[in-house]
């Protein structure tokens, strides 16, 4: 059988897998994107702190601080272009003491060295006016007026439906397991056949050392750390309108505090060593739970309506240093790895992928593609239109008189359209029309969703998982005892 051959493979359909596909199609190429689980956007790219940052946190000449800067300026045509919401909130770096305003004072040269815009260190009157919510006691507060927050995983969907509408193939439930060169090409063996491809571009998250170990040595090997966040209802009383960031006067770590797309408060993360597991820990949320309960006396913490963990790919040297730049490797022609990728990965996933994309515009003398269409409609809401609006929509198409998730307002037509678009778990219509996300976190809506995903899939409810292996909702007839 004839071995299907791409101008480039992506490995991994995280945030900077799917923006590197994305920009790639911008050029006249034949790309595959290859993601092992069955969906994008399901591994560091979901669960993190979805701050979109203005750039004064990195060392001024860095490819960090200039990409970090560059993508924050461009973040709402992004948005616009792929049909995301965005949020420019707005951030507060809070200072208690002297080290921190010390702290703050540096942040201000650096983020004006690195040309970032609306930055104002603000005494601490000045910050209780702007956010009134904050504990006494502050000292001063670093302002960034540019600093905003973005639904991570409806981003990177949203790049991957791009990427896909202008030609790049996307094979899920596709594992790469083994690579070799032969002649000038890269041969990669992957659990549902081989292929061949002129390029790869390795974004394969926490495995992204271990991908390209499957070819070259990798200089860098990645060190997991995990964090735990609470979420808040929407409704909770005494919620911030700002991202607050606390700057530790003593320890390592301060509290961040985001006022979502979506409206609910995300509170975290903790810094737990070496894990490289999903599960919550009794003492990281209890020290959410305090922090928060310090910095915001006002804050109804019982209005908390979900925990989870996050896990950080931090990239170390081989000798065990850590690295805080990010982590570009080129070990051969036409091979690519971007390696523990952190903070800010999700702000900088487009300008990830542009790189990527023009160092392969070299090597490949790839043209131009004239037809890449920027644009990408996202699905239609019915949520917030106007009523008489909203009647018409659902007397052209009943389903959308059909409502499915009652806290976000979530129909039936909408929870199809997730699925024609590629979700085949619950998890999957969550992330992209946020059934599940409010109140009840789905304890109403998840098994009609999973009878619809079934229906519309042709397979039986028992098959239909709420996310990864092990997750389905309910058991075949004859498990049942
Ligand atoms: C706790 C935390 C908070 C963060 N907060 C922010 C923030 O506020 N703002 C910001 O800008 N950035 C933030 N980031 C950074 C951002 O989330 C990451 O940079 C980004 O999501 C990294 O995505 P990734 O593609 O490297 O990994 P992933 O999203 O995990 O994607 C990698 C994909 O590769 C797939 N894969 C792995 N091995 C293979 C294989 N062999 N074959 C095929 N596929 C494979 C995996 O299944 C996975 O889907 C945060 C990160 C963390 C951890």
Redesign the pocket.
């Known amino acids: 059988m004839k071995m299907e051959r791409f101008d480039v493979v992506v490995?991994?359909?995280?945030?900077?897998?799917c923006f590197s596909a994305r920009e790639l199609s911008r050029l006249k190429l034949e790309i595959v994107l290859?993601?092992?689980?069955e969906d994008?956007?399901?591994?560091?790219?979901?669960?993190?702190?979805?701050?979109?940052?203005p750039g004064h946190d990195h060392k001024p000449g860095t490819l960090k601080a200039e990409m970090t800067v560059r993508a924050n300026a461009s973040f709402d045509r992004l948005c616009e272009e792929l049909d995301v919401p965005f949020s420019r909130c707005g951030s507060l770096m809070l200072s208690f003491g002297p080290r921190s305003d010390a702290a703050l004072r540096k942040k201000l040269r650096q983020g004006r060295e690195n040309g970032v815009p609306g930055l104002r260190l603000l005494s601490a009157d000045e910050a209780y006016r702007l956010e009134p919510t904050i504990a006494s006691g502050l000292s001063s507060a670093l302002y960034a007026s540019t600093a905003g927050t973005v639904n991570?995983w409806q981003l990177?969907i949203a790049a991957c439906e791009n990427a896909v509408q202008n030609g790049v193939r996307l094979r899920l439930n596709?594992?790469?397991?083994a690579m070799r060169r032969e002649n000038d090409d890269y041969l990669l063996e992957?659990d549902h056949g081989a292929l061949q491809a002129r390029a790869v571009v390795n974004?394969?998250?926490?495995?992204?050392d271990?991908?390209q170990g499957l070819l070259f040595p990798p200089a860098v090997r990645i060190v997991p750390t995990a964090?735990d966040y609470l979420v808040l209802d929407r409704n909770s009383v005494g919620k911030p309108t700002h991202i607050l960031q606390v700057e530790p006067e003593e320890g390592e770590k301060g509290l961040?505090v985001?006022p979502t797309v979506e409206g609910s408060l995300l509170l975290g993360?903790t810094e737990r060593e070496n894990a490289l597991d999903y599960a919550t820990t009794e003492n990281g949320l209890a020290w959410v739970r305090e922090q928060a309960a310090h910095l915001l006396p006002g804050l109804a913490l019982d209005g908390t309506i979900r925990s989870f963990a996050?896990?950080?790919?931090n990239p170390q040297r081989q000798d065990g240093s850590s690295i805080h730049s990010f982590c570009i490797e080129h070990p051969a022609e036409r091979f690519w790895s971007?390696i523990g990728?952190?903070?800010?990965?999700?702000?900088?996933?487009r300008e990830l992928g542009a790189f990527l994309a023009r160092r392969l515009a070299e090597e490949l003398a790839a043209e131009e593609n004239a037809g890449f269409d920027p644009v990408r409609r996202g699905i239609r809401r019915a949520h917030g239109l106007p009523f008489e609006e909203r009647k018409a929509l659902a007397e052209r198409d009943p389903d959308y008189g059909e409502i499915v998730c009652f806290c976000e307002d979530v129909t039936k037509a909408e929870v199809l359209e997730a699925v024609r678009r590629g979700a085949v778990t619950v998890d999957g219509v969550k992330r992209r029309v946020g059934t599940g996300m409010g109140r009840c976190q789905g304890a109403r809506c998840e098994q009609k969703i999973a009878a619809l995903i079934a229906e519309a899939l042709g397979v039986p409810e028992s098959a239909v998982r709420k996310d990864g292996p092990g997750s389905e909702i309910v058991r075949a007839a004859h498990e049942n005892v």
């Open positions: 490995i991994g359909g995280g945030l900077p897998g290859l993601e092992a689980r994008v956007c399901t591994g560091v790219s979901r669960a993190n702190t979805a701050v979109v940052y991570p990177g596709t594992r790469v397991i992957t974004c394969a998250g926490l495995a992204a271990r991908v964090g961040t985001v993360p996050a896990v950080r790919p971007l990728i952190k903070t800010p990965g999700l702000t900088c996933a």
